[in-house]
């Protein structure tokens, strides 16, 4: 990450909807070049917020600035913002050439800047030999490529994209996100991507804002938004974890002692004695057997699920508790149904979080 | 890619069934059509090109080569494109304010545009006379108000024939606009002002091209109709503004001259079809 000057900045932004509030005060610094995603469930506002950004939605409160420009107030179609819709909004009239061609057209270009920029949008979504074609005669793939070559073409300060990979299927989805990125790297494009699909931030994306209930829980790279989730909500939406619920009984120095239905263990977190919380750890991080250093817990294997590179291992610990052990075909022998093992993982990637933010 | 993937040998058949079914489908209308209008039409228009001697072209040179008759079939082309329009006007911006409607308000303005349609033509072309006569609810609201002194001549002018037509016909231009408006996906909208478009650009280079096949339907079903209206003239304007309707009824039930009349109706047949022809051709897609 270079010491780029904030090229979007999002600050104190709110939207209410009648009695809802769907954006709650939010910040947020996006440099040039950056490809951000806002990582939530249905209703958690990111599509609010990326309207905002676009200029298709008005928030009540806070500003907008693109580019060096307060663009609050300023109209979606001065904002200089390029938009890729979920349905792709491909404009049905005019053919693949034709659409790529509308945004230079209403800004005024000169004809032979429109065939050149045209050109260029459709090699570099590999479609060149569709510029004649009739929209109703692409595949969803291609209509994807159109609508990202007609967002590209006109050059935007940011490119949005709502959802825009969620109607492809699954391979074809995975194949665009890894070029995509690849894409807009060579373009050095800003990006904000908005998803709720969390490989698709996980791979695109250099840093990823979660956002829930109007807020954003955590903007941070996928790495450190894997390995140091900052709530229980974020841990939930990104992986997989092992979560058992307990209550402190001793703190200091960043860490916890939270006594549990199935057993004491210690966790990286700041709450006082008596307070209740959840005990998190995600699944590759439990080992079984002993290791120094460790929280342990035992308990009866209840599923294994073998899925290539990876087991995962389900273990009923007792009292509703449970553990998830995800092992690789490194670790030696994979349990099966029934046996007793016991799990260990180090304390220092175990976490504790405030009970009442369970989302 | 899914046709690609089907078995050959399967997909031929399965095709051709289909086409049966669809004749099949299609044949009792094409009876119908055929028997009750195609030849009831190529009957008018032999009735109109043979006299008692023969051949002739004289019913056709008296309509289009007599300054009076010419005159008519201007004023049937002067109502059916001054009510076209007036009602294309007044329509479009409906069609979008009733698509935006939500709830009880959308299904009472529905009800307000299906509920005439229930009226005869008559019903309603004689509610306009009484509303616009000299004693009628306008002048006599005019005249309360003080805004006039004496009664305005509404009642037997073009103006009062436009507005009666207008209102008659509203109802079938607003609902095929409307039907294309209410599944205009607003994100269409949304793209082409990202992309730069000011409101009055979008609406000219996406909302009207894509709404576009419902004006087309509105002006040939509107167009059509008020062109070969004949009680909207009648009871609204008279003597003083002769149309093909009114002469073809003149031509049969007074002056005994089918073949006459039988012309004006292949005349006014002829502009219609011309009218609906030349719109639908604009609302095709592009290649």
Wanted: proline residues 5%; contains cysteine.
């Amino acid at each position: 990450m270079s010491e780029a000057a904030p090229h979007l900045v999002v600050r104190g932004v709110s939207k209410k909807y009648g009695p809802t509030t769907v954006l709650d005060h939010i910040d947020l610094t996006i440099r040039r070049g950056e490809l951000v995603t806002l990582l939530g469930p249905s209703g958690c506002g990111k599509t609010t917020l990326l309207r905002a950004i676009a200029g298709l939605a008005q928030p009540d409160t806070g500003k907008v600035e693109l580019a060096g420009r307060d663009v609050t107030h300023v109209p979606p179609h001065k904002r200089n913002v390029g938009v890729v819709f979920q349905s792709y909004a491909l404009f049905p009239h005019l053919t693949v050439a034709g659409n790529i061609a509308f945004g230079l057209k209403v800004r005024g270009a000169a004809r032979r800047e429109i065939d050149a920029a045209v050109e260029r949008a459709l090699s570099l979504v590999k479609l060149g030999h569709l510029a004649g074609r009739r929209i109703s005669a692409l595949s969803g793939g291609q209509q994807q490529r159109v609508a990202l070559a007609r967002a590209i073409a006109v050059e935007p300060d940011v490119l949005l994209f709502d959802e825009a990979l969620s109607a492809l299927d699954r391979k074809l989805r995975e194949e665009m996100q890894v070029e995509l990125r690849r894409l807009l790297q060579d373009v050095k494009a800003t990006a904000i991507f908005v998803t709720h699909d969390q490989d698709e931030a996980l791979t695109m994306s250099d840093r990823v804002a979660v956002m829930n209930k109007g807020r954003i829980e955590q903007l941070a790279e996928p790495r450190e938004l894997y390995l140091r989730p900052a709530s229980l909500f974020a841990l939930n939406f990104v992986g997989l974890s092992t979560r058992i619920a307990g209550t402190v009984l001793a703190a200091g120095n960043g860490k916890v002692e939270v006594e549990t239905k199935v057993g004491r263990f210690s966790a990286l977190g700041n709450f006082q004695a008596g307070s209740p919380v959840i005990v998190a750890a995600r699944p590759e991080q439990l080992r079984i057997g002993e290791q120094s250093e460790a929280n342990t817990a035992a308990g009866r294997v209840r599923s294994v699920v073998f899925q290539g590179s990876r087991t995962l291992v389900d273990v009923d610990a007792g009292a509703g508790e449970s553990l998830l052990a995800e092992l690789s075909g490194r670790d030696g022998k994979i349990p099966i149904v029934h046996d007793e093992i016991r799990l260990s993982w180090p304390v220092t990637e175990t976490f504790a979080f405030p009970m009442e933010a369970q989302a | 890619m899914t046709e690609a993937a089907l078995p050959a040998p399967l997909a031929a058949p399965s095709v051709d069934r289909e086409r049966l079914a669809a004749i099949g489908f299609v044949l009792p209308s094409f009876v119908i059509i055929a028997g009750v209008f195609a030849l009831p039409l190529v009957l008018l228009l032999g009735v109109s090109i043979v006299d008692a001697n023969g051949l002739t072209l004289a019913n056709y040179k008296r309509l289009l080569g007599t300054p009076y008759y010419l005159g008519v079939v201007w004023n049937s082309l002067r109502l059916g494109l001054l009510t076209t329009l007036i009602a294309f006007l007044i329509s479009y911006p409906a069609a979008f304010a009733l698509a935006r409607a939500r709830g009880p308000l959308r299904s009472v303005l529905l009800a307000t545009l299906f509920l005439p349609l229930a009226a005869s033509v008559i019903v309603k072309a004689f509610a306009w006379t009484i509303l616009l006569r000299s004693d009628g609810i306008v002048n006599e609201t005019l005249m309360a108000l003080g805004i006039i002194e004496d009664p305005i001549r509404m009642i037997f002018t073009e103006t009062a024939l436009i507005v009666g037509a207008v209102n008659i016909f509203l109802p079938f231009m607003i609902l095929p606009i409307y039907a294309i408006v209410a599944q205009l996906d607003s994100r269409y909208a949304e793209a082409a002002a990202t992309l730069g478009a000011s409101p009055l650009v979008t609406f000219v280079r996406v909302i009207l091209p894509l709404t576009l096949p419902g004006i087309v339907a509105g002006v040939a079903l509107v167009f059509s109709l008020s062109v070969s209206a004949y009680v909207v003239p009648t009871l609204l304007i008279g003597e003083k503004y002769p149309t093909l309707a009114t002469a073809i009824a003149k031509a049969y039930l007074l002056a005994r001259e089918p073949g006459f009349g039988a012309a004006a109706g292949v005349v006014l047949l002829a502009i219609a079809i011309a009218v609906v022809t030349l719109s639908a051709r604009l609302s095709r897609e592009p290649k």
